[in-house]
C-alpha cells in the first residue's frame, strides 16, 4: 500500500491480525500488512528476533542460531553438534559475532544453545558467502548479531521464566539522548531435572549463564556511539559412573567493545576497537590418569568502514594471541606436559571497492590485500573481488560473483560437539593459511503483489590446505603428543544449490526451503585415501518455518527438517586384548547414519496485550513427532556386555513451558 499525499491526516485503524487501515479526507485505502520476519539486504538474509517470539522455545529458549540453520544453504546439526556449516564449509570457517566483533566459541554444551539471548539484539545478519571485499578473512559465511532500536521513553523490558533456564532484558533511558540496555539469562538444569541428567549412569551436573550490557549515546541524527559488553560460560560436570572418572568442562567468552557511527554529505563512516577471548578448560580424572588440556584465544582488535559514492574502503587490524591445546598428563602413565607454545601475530587487512551502475546491471569489483606476520615470519595475500548485478525488473534480480580468500585462524580437535576439547592455532606455526576460490549464481523473484518470494543460487568453493584432526584422548595419555603429528593437511570442494520459497503476507508466514549440498575432502599422503564426504555433508535437506496468529491472543509455530543423514566411519570388528578394545575400521565416513527427521511445535496464548504490556504462557514440543534420531555409532561397553551399537538423544520429546511477559 502507498500514498503520496504529503497533507494528509486522519485517524489510523489497524487490525491486529495483518490488515491496516487508513482514511484520508473520506477516502479509505486498506492493504495487506507484511509480516514477514525475514528480509533480504545485500544478498543476506536478515531475521528480525520478533521472529523468537512465536517459535517453538526448547528448554524455554527460542534459540537464533537455530533457526539460521533452516535458511537454505545453512546445514541442519544434530543436537551433538554446535557448529554452523555453510555451503558445505567447517563450522570453524565461518565469522560468528556480535555487531561485527568476531566470538570464537558461539555455543553453549552440546549445540542445544548458542550464547545469544534473543531479546538483547533487534536482528541477526546472515551472509552466506564472505564475498565483499569488506568479509573478513575467513573462507564460510557470516553470521552477525545486531543491536540497535530507538530510546525507549520510559524504563521496560522483557522477560521469560522457565523451569529449565530464565532470561530477561531491561531498557532504561539515561538521558535524553542515551539509554540502557541489559540483559541476562541462566540454565538451572539440575534443580528439577537432575535425576534426567544421567549418561549411561553418568550423573551430569550442568549450569550457563549469559550477560549482554549496552549503552548508546545519539547526540544527533548524524551520530551514534555506543559501548558493549558480553561474558557467558559453562560449567559442566560427569561424575563417577560405567567408566568410573570425573570429568569437568568449563568454557567461556568475553567481549568488549566501543562504536562510533557517522553519517553525512553522502558519507556514511563506522569505527569500532574492541577485545574479544575464549578460554576452554577440560579435565579427565580417573584412578590412574588425570588428563588436562587447557587453551584460549583473545584478540584486541580496530575496524574501520567507509563508504561514499560508488567507493567503499576499510581497515581490519587485530592482534591475536592464542595458546592452542597443551595437554597436561599426570598419573601412572609418565607424568607429560607437552605444548605447541603460545603464539602471537598480527593481522591487517586494508580493503577497498567501487561500484559502476550500468543500463540495467551494476559492475563491482574490491580488493583485499592482508599482512600477517607472526613471531616466525610473515606472509601476504591479496583477495579479490567481482560481481555484476542484474535487475531484470521490479521484482527480480539475478548476481554472478566470483572472490577468493585466505583464512589464518584454524579450528580443530578430536570432538566437534559443542566440547572444549576444541582449539584454535595459527598459521605460521607448522601449517599454511587456507585459501578458497568461490563462484556463484544467486537469484530472487517477488510474486503475487510481493506477498510471495522465491529465490536461490548455485555455488562452487574451490578449498586448499584443509586441516583434520586424527588423534584422540588416548593420544595423551599412551603416546608423546605433538600438534603437528595429529593433523593432516589436504583439499576439498563444497557444491551445490537452494531454493526457498517465502511467504510475507497473511495470517500464515514463513519460508520453505531445500538444499542440495556435497562437501568433499581429500588428505594425500595419509591412511584417509581418495575423496571421501566431510563429516558434516548431507546431500539433501527439507526445512520449513511457519508462525500462525489466528487472534490477537493465540499465535502458533512450527519448524520442520528432513535431512539426509551424515557420514561416519564403521567399526567392522573389535576384540578386547589386555582390557583394552581394539577396533578395525571400514573406509572413513564410507556410511551414512539414517535420515535426520524433526518436528518442532509451539503454542502462545497472550494473557494480555495493552500500552506495549504483554504477558502469556508459551507451549512447546522439541522432535514432537519422536523421530529416533542417530547421533553416532558407538562400542557400549558394561559387565555383562561389549556391542556396537546407535547413539540416539537421550529424549525423544522434549516438552517445555515458559511464561512470559514484557513491561
Same mark, same amino acid.
Given at each position: 500500500?502507498?500514498?503520496?499525499?504529503a497533507?494528509?491526516h486522519?485517524?489510523?485503524a489497524?487490525?491486529?491480525?495483518d490488515?491496516?487501515?487508513?482514511?484520508?479526507?473520506?477516502v479509505?485505502?486498506?492493504?495487506?500488512?507484511v509480516?514477514?520476519?525475514?528480509?533480504?539486504?545485500?544478498?543476506?538474509?536478515?531475521?528480525s528476533?520478533k521472529?523468537?517470539?512465536e517459535?517453538?522455545?526448547?528448554?524455554?529458549?527460542?534459540?537464533?542460531?537455530?533457526y539460521?540453520?533452516? #535458511?537454505?544453504?545453512v546445514?541442519?546439526?544434530?543436537?551433538?553438534?554446535?557448529?554452523?556449516?555453510?555451503?558445505g564449509?567447517?563450522?570453524?570457517?565461518?565469522?560468528?559475532?556480535?555487531?561485527?566483533?568476531p566470538?570464537?566459541?558461539?555455543?553453549? #554444551?552440546?549445540?542445544?544453545f548458542?550464547?545469544?539471548n534473543?531479546?538483547h539484539f533487534s536482528?541477526?545478519?546472515?551472509?552466506?558467502?564472505?564475498?565483499?571485499?569488506?568479509?573478513?578473512?575467513?573462507l564460510?559465511g557470516?553470521?552477525n548479531? @545486531?543491536?540497535?532500536?530507538?530510546?525507549p521513553?520510559?524504563?521496560?523490558g522483557?522477560?521469560?521464566?522457565?523451569?529449565?533456564?530464565?532470561q530477561?532484558?531491561?531498557?532504561?533511558?539515561t538521558?535524553?539522548?542515551?539509554w540502557?540496555?541489559?540483559s541476562?539469562?541462566?540454565?538451572y538444569?539440575?534443580?528439577l531435572?537432575? $535425576?534426567?541428567l544421567?549418561?549411561?549412569?553418568t550423573? =551430569?551436573?550442568?549450569?550457563?549463564?549469559?550477560?549482554?550490557?549496552?549503552?548508546?549515546?545519539?547526540p544527533?541524527?548524524? &551520530?551514534?556511539?555506543?559501548?558493549?559488553?558480553?561474558y557467558?560460560g559453562?560449567?559442566?560436570?560427569?561424575?563417577?559412573?560405567?567408566?568410573?572418572?570425573?570429568?569437568?568442562?568449563?568454557?567461556g567468552?568475553?567481549?568488549?567493545?566501543?562504536?562510533?557511527?557517522?553519517?553525512?554529505?553522502?558519507?556514511?563512516?563506522r569505527?569500532?576497537?574492541?577485545?574479544?577471548a575464549?578460554r576452554?578448560r577440560?579435565?579427565?580424572d580417573?584412578?590412574?590418569?588425570?588428563?588436562r588440556?587447557?587453551?584460549?584465544?583473545?584478540d584486541?582488535?580496530?575496524?574501520?568502514?567507509?563508504?561514499?559514492?560508488?567507493?567503499?574502503?576499510?581497515?581490519?587490524a587485530?592482534?591475536?594471541?592464542?595458546?592452542?591445546?597443551?595437554? $597436561?598428563?599426570?598419573g601412572? =602413565?609418565?607424568?607429560?606436559?607437552?605444548?605447541?607454545?603460545?603464539?602471537?601475530?598480527?593481522?591487517?587487512?586494508?580493503w577497498?571497492?567501487y561500484?559502476l551502475?550500468?543500463?540495467?546491471?551494476t559492475?563491482?569489483?574490491?580488493?583485499?590485500?592482508?599482512?600477517?606476520?607472526?613471531?616466525r615470519?610473515?606472509s601476504?595475500?591479496?583477495?579479490?573481488?567481482?560481481?555484476l548485478?542484474?535487475?531484470?525488473?521490479?521484482g527480480?534480480?539475478?548476481?554472478?560473483?566470483?572472490?577468493a580468500r585466505?583464512?589464518?585462524l584454524?579450528?580443530?580437535?578430536?570432538?566437534?560437539?559443542?566440547?572444549?576439547?576444541?582449539?584454535?592455532?595459527?598459521?605460521g606455526?607448522?601449517q599454511?593459511?587456507?585459501?578458497?576460490?568461490?563462484?556463484?549464481?544467486?537469484?530472487?523473484?517477488?510474486?503475487?503483489?510481493?506477498?510471495?518470494?522465491?529465490?536461490?543460487g548455485?555455488?562452487y568453493?574451490?578449498?586448499?590446505h584443509q586441516?583434520?584432526?586424527?588423534? &584422540?584422548?588416548?593420544?595423551?595419555?599412551?603416546s608423546d603428543?605433538?600438534?603437528?603429528?595429529?593433523?593432516?593437511?589436504?583439499?576439498?570442494?563444497?557444491?551445490?544449490?537452494t531454493?526457498m520459497?517465502? @511467504?510475507?503476507?497473511?495470517?500464515?508466514?514463513?519460508?520453505?526451503?531445500?538444499?542440495?549440498?556435497?562437501?568433499?575432502?581429500?588428505?594425500?599422503?595419509?591412511?584417509?585415501?581418495?575423496?571421501?564426504?566431510? &563429516?558434516?555433508?548431507?546431500?539433501?535437506e527439507?526445512?520449513?518455518v511457519?508462525?500462525?496468529?489466528?487472534?490477537?491472543?493465540?499465535?502458533?509455530?512450527?519448524?520442520?527438517?528432513?535431512?539426509?543423514g551424515t557420514?561416519?566411519?564403521?567399526?567392522?570388528?573389535?576384540?578386547v586384548?589386555?582390557?583394552?578394545?581394539?577396533?578395525?575400521y571400514?573406509?572413513?565416513?564410507?556410511?551414512?547414519?539414517?535420515?535426520?527427521?524433526?518436528?518442532?511445535?509451539s503454542?502462545?496464548?497472550?494473557?494480555r496485550?495493552?500500552?506495549?504490556?504483554?504477558s502469556?504462557?508459551?507451549?512447546?514440543?522439541?522432535?514432537?513427532?519422536?523421530?529416533?534420531?542417530?547421533l553416532?555409532?558407538?562400542?557400549k561397553?558394561?559387565?555383562?556386555?561389549?556391542?556396537y551399537?546407535?547413539?540416539?538423544?537421550?529424549?525423544?520429546?522434549?516438552?517445555?513451558? &515458559?511464561?512470559?511477559?514484557?513491561?
Open positions: 500500500m502507498a500514498c503520496s499525499a497533507t494528509a486522519g485517524a489510523v489497524a487490525d491486529s491480525v490488515t491496516l487501515s487508513q482514511t484520508l479526507r473520506g479509505s485505502v486498506s492493504g495487506r500488512r509480516r514477514s520476519y525475514l528480509g533480504s539486504e545485500g544478498g543476506a538474509s536478515v531475521v528476533m521472529l523468537m517470539d517459535m517453538p522455545r526448547i528448554l524455554g529458549n527460542a534459540d537464533p542460531m537455530r539460521a540453520q533452516m #535458511l537454505p544453504g546445514q541442519t546439526n544434530a543436537e551433538y553438534d554446535a557448529g554452523l556449516h555453510i555451503r564449509s567447517e563450522s570453524s570457517h565461518n565469522q560468528v559475532a556480535i555487531d561485527g566483533v566470538l570464537y566459541n558461539a555455543a553453549h #554444551l552440546l549445540g542445544f548458542s550464547v545469544f534473543p531479546t536482528s541477526m545478519k546472515l551472509s552466506e558467502t564472505a564475498s565483499a571485499p569488506s568479509a573478513p578473512n575467513r564460510g557470516i553470521l548479531m @545486531r543491536t540497535g532500536g530507538d530510546r521513553q520510559t524504563a521496560g522483557d522477560a521469560a521464566v522457565g523451569p529449565m533456564s530464565s530477561g532484558t531491561l531498557r532504561v533511558p538521558g535524553k539522548r542515551s540502557l540496555t541489559a541476562a539469562r541462566a540454565a538444569l539440575n534443580l531435572y537432575s $535425576q534426567w544421567e549418561i549411561d549412569g550423573a =551430569v551436573d550442568y549450569f550457563f549463564h549469559d550477560y549482554n550490557l549496552n549503552w548508546t549515546w545519539q544527533d541524527g548524524r &551520530n551514534r556511539v555506543w559501548i558493549e559488553a558480553y557467558g559453562d560449567n559442566a560436570g560427569l561424575g563417577e559412573g560405567t567408566y568410573g572418572m570425573n570429568t569437568s568442562l568449563k568454557w567468552n568475553a567481549m568488549a567493545a566501543a562504536h562510533w557511527l557517522h553519517r553525512s554529505d553522502g558519507l556514511t563512516l569505527q569500532s576497537l574492541y577485545f574479544t575464549s576452554s577440560f579435565a579427565l580417573q584412578t590412574t590418569v588425570s588428563v588440556l587447557p587453551s584460549s584465544i583473545a584486541i582488535g580496530y575496524k574501520m568502514e567507509a563508504a561514499w559514492g560508488r567507493w567503499e574502503a576499510g581497515i581490519d587485530a592482534g591475536h594471541f592464542i595458546r592452542p591445546q597443551e595437554p $597436561q598428563v599426570s601412572d =602413565v609418565a607424568s607429560v606436559s607437552s605444548s605447541a607454545g603460545r603464539q602471537r601475530a598480527l593481522e591487517v587487512a586494508a577497498a571497492g561500484s551502475p550500468l543500463r540495467s546491471a559492475l563491482s569489483a574490491g580488493l583485499r590485500p592482508t599482512l600477517y606476520a607472526t613471531t615470519g610473515s601476504f595475500s591479496a583477495d579479490p573481488t567481482v560481481a548485478a542484474w535487475r531484470l525488473s521490479p527480480a534480480g539475478l548476481k554472478l560473483s566470483a572472490w585466505h583464512q589464518y584454524i579450528k580443530t580437535g578430536f570432538s566437534d560437539i559443542g566440547l572444549p576439547t576444541e582449539f584454535w592455532f595459527s598459521a606455526y607448522g599454511r593459511a587456507q585459501r578458497s576460490l568461490n563462484a556463484s549464481a544467486d537469484f530472487e523473484v517477488y510474486l503475487g503483489r510481493r506477498a510471495w518470494r522465491l529465490s536461490g548455485v555455488y568453493k574451490r578449498l586448499y586441516v583434520e584432526y586424527r588423534g &584422540n584422548v588416548f593420544d595423551f595419555v599412551y603428543y605433538s600438534l603437528d603429528n595429529t593433523l593432516l593437511a589436504g583439499d576439498g570442494h563444497n557444491y551445490g544449490l531454493l520459497l517465502e @511467504r510475507r503476507k497473511g495470517r500464515i508466514t514463513g519460508w520453505i526451503s531445500y538444499a542440495f549440498t556435497r562437501a568433499w575432502r581429500q588428505f594425500p599422503g595419509s591412511e584417509l585415501q581418495g575423496w571421501y564426504p566431510a &563429516n558434516h555433508d548431507r546431500p539433501h527439507l526445512n520449513a511457519a508462525t500462525f496468529r489466528p487472534s490477537a491472543r493465540w499465535s502458533f509455530g512450527a519448524s520442520l527438517v528432513a535431512a539426509s557420514p561416519f566411519t564403521r567399526v567392522r570388528r573389535f576384540y586384548l589386555s582390557d583394552h578394545i581394539i577396533a578395525e571400514g573406509p572413513h565416513n564410507g556410511e551414512r547414519l539414517s535420515p535426520y527427521v524433526r518436528l518442532d511445535l503454542v502462545n496464548y497472550d494473557f496485550t495493552r500500552g506495549g504490556r504483554r502469556g504462557v508459551n507451549l512447546s514440543l522439541y522432535n514432537a513427532i519422536a523421530h529416533d534420531n542417530v553416532f555409532y558407538r562400542i561397553v558394561n559387565e555383562y556386555e561389549y556391542a551399537r546407535p547413539f540416539a538423544f537421550a529424549l525423544r520429546v522434549l516438552p517445555s513451558v &515458559n511464561y512470559y511477559f514484557s513491561f
